[in-house]
């Protein structure tokens, strides 16, 4: 059967790359290759930025009433609910994510733009307290313009949302960058774009690799901001392009969180919470619960539940509604745990599971849920993000312990506290510096709650009702109201 083709959604309508290259899609379960997709050059991408531009400058979006924004938001929203089952069966087939996760997150992706679309008219500057004779002071909110949106091959539907929506609500047109390993299900979701009938190049789909295409677009003279989701590394890369177009930048990158758990828990709650946290995704999740912190009374059965627990998940397909973890989304990302595993276990961690590759597959980028016991936090499953099915152990024995273990970490993007004193939980979860924590649960969320790490996990939020202001830059306007001529500048009174 010949690979699915492909297109772009550049300036409201369909496109491959200019040149006519494209790049194969493999399909993670089966490691074969199952859709043909465009690799855009860098004039592709200026293309699109042109596109965008024009929406912006000479399209009606950024001047409608905001309420009307808030309508196409809906039609939007209304034009996606049709095809979940058919985004999630791509991203499953794209990604190696089940499918029961991959179609619930398209159904709720809706809820991103309606969200957004609630807060269209919700946008406001201020008028701050100033002195009688002191001119009129009001700050208003304007959109910022041209938008450039990067995600990562994980979520992407709903990392794209948060995105979009609240870029378009507040008036900016956008561009959004696929990951090369997941553009499918993006490419596809531009369908309902199409349908939904948004003016021409206020939302633009290109797909291709880090470079040219992620690399022209970010450093494209006519975008204004950036908003990035993705590893520290191609942060790093993506830093210096804004020197160029002096872009606002935002980062939502990699994390390690901690799970603290203390000995007064119910012990079968905390293993669920914590085996959502690591094993949901395969693991591959930004917020993954990847470090476990243990109280030292209750590690040894804590430990011997979540074992018990890891062995029982049903490995498979991931497009079968029995499955509970399936294969990781590339194989660079299996060698890469695997090589982090072994050093560990070298420097002394203990697999307590897991470890390898399951037997009963012979193809597919499959790896077992693992569980590694650590007694120091300079191994390498413990220092670096694995984003796989890896959780590494460590004990602690009183508060001040697990505090400072939970805090020594390079990156702070999320974290989990497990303990019935509501007032300990709280005040650890205070002091565990991270951008969200969860307490007595796990992996829960919605469009309400604002994302984003400390130190190497980023900076800038999405999602919330906050993040659309990220999209507006704040023009303050000064009146003279005294009713006098205005004075000789040179005249000093
Ligand atoms: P990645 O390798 O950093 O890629 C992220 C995106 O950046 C991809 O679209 C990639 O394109 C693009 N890119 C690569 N080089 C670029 C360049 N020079 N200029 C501009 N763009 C470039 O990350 P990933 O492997 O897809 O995703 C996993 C990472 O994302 C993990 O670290 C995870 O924690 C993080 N993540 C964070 C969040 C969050 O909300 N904080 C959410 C999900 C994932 P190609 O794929 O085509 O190379």
Not at 239 to 264: M, Q
């Amino acid at each position: 059967m010949a690979d699915t083709h492909y297109q772009m959604f550049i300036d409201g309508g369909w496109r491959d790359a200019s040149d006519g290259v494209t790049f194969k899609s493999v399909n993670p379960a089966t490691e074969e290759a199952w859709a043909d997709v465009p690799e855009a050059t860098e004039a592709d991408v200026n293309d699109a930025v042109l596109a965008a531009h024009r929406a912006f400058e000479e399209g009606p979006w950024p001047r409608m009433k905001p309420a009307e924004r808030a309508r196409h938001l809906r039609r939007l929203a209304d034009c996606v609910r049709p095809y979940a089952e058919a985004l999630g069966r791509t991203e499953t087939t794209d990604t190696g994510k089940l499918l029961r996760e991959t179609r619930w997150q398209a159904g709720n992706v809706s809820g991103v733009y309606e969200f957004y679309a609630g807060l269209a008219d919700k946008v406001h500057g201020y008028t701050p307290m100033t002195g009688p004779d002191d001119p009129f002071l009001m700050t208003v909110r304007e959109p910022v313009g041209v938008v450039a949106g990067i995600v990562p091959w994980n979520s992407q539907l709903q990392l794209a949302a948060y995105k979009i929506a609240p870029a378009l609500a507040a008036g900016n047109s956008i561009i959004i960058k696929a990951s090369e390993h997941a553009s499918c299900a993006l490419l596809d979701f531009a369908r309902a774009i199409a349908d939904a009938d948004l003016p021409p190049g206020v939302v633009n789909i290109v797909s291709g690799g880090g470079v040219p295409c992620g690399q022209a677009l970010t450093s494209h003279p006519l975008v204004s901001r950036i908003t990035f989701t993705g590893g520290v590394e191609t942060a790093r890369r993506v830093i210096p392009n804004t020197a160029n177009n002096i872009a606002r930048l935002s980062l939502e990158l990699g994390g390690k969180s901690p799970v603290v758990v203390f000995d007064d828990v119910d012990l079968e709650s905390a293993t669920n919470g914590v085996v959502a946290g690591i094993f949901g995704a395969s693991g591959q999740s930004c917020a993954a619960g990847s470090r476990l912190i243990v109280q030292d009374t209750i590690h040894d059965e804590l430990v011997e539940r979540l074992v018990a627990k890891a062995e029982s998940i049903r490995i498979g397909d991931p497009l079968d509604e029995e499955t509970q973890m399936g294969p990781l989304a590339t194989y660079q990302q299996r060698d890469r745990i695997e090589d982090l595993l072994a050093q560990s276990v070298d420097q002394g961690a203990r697999v307590l599971t897991g470890g390898s590759r399951p037997r009963a597959f012979n193809k597919g980028w499959y790896f077992e849920p693992t569980i590694v016991d650590c007694d120091h936090q300079e191994l390498p499953v413990v220092r670096n993000e694995l984003f796989g099915p890896v959780l590494s152990v460590l004990k602690f024995k009183d508060e001040a312990e697990a505090l400072a273990i939970a805090n020594d970490c390079d990156f702070a993007f999320a974290g989990g506290v497990f303990s019935k004193d509501v007032s300990r939980a709280l005040r650890v979860s205070r002091r565990i510096r991270a951008g969200r924590l969860w307490i007595n649960t796990y992996r829960v969320t919605s469009a309400q709650v604002p994302f984003g790490g400390f130190k190497r996990s980023g900076y800038g939020r999405e999602a919330g009702i906050e993040s659309i202001n990220d999209f507006t830059e704040l023009k303050s306007i000064l009146i003279d109201t005294s009713g006098e001529p205005v004075a000789d500048p040179f005249i000093m009174r």
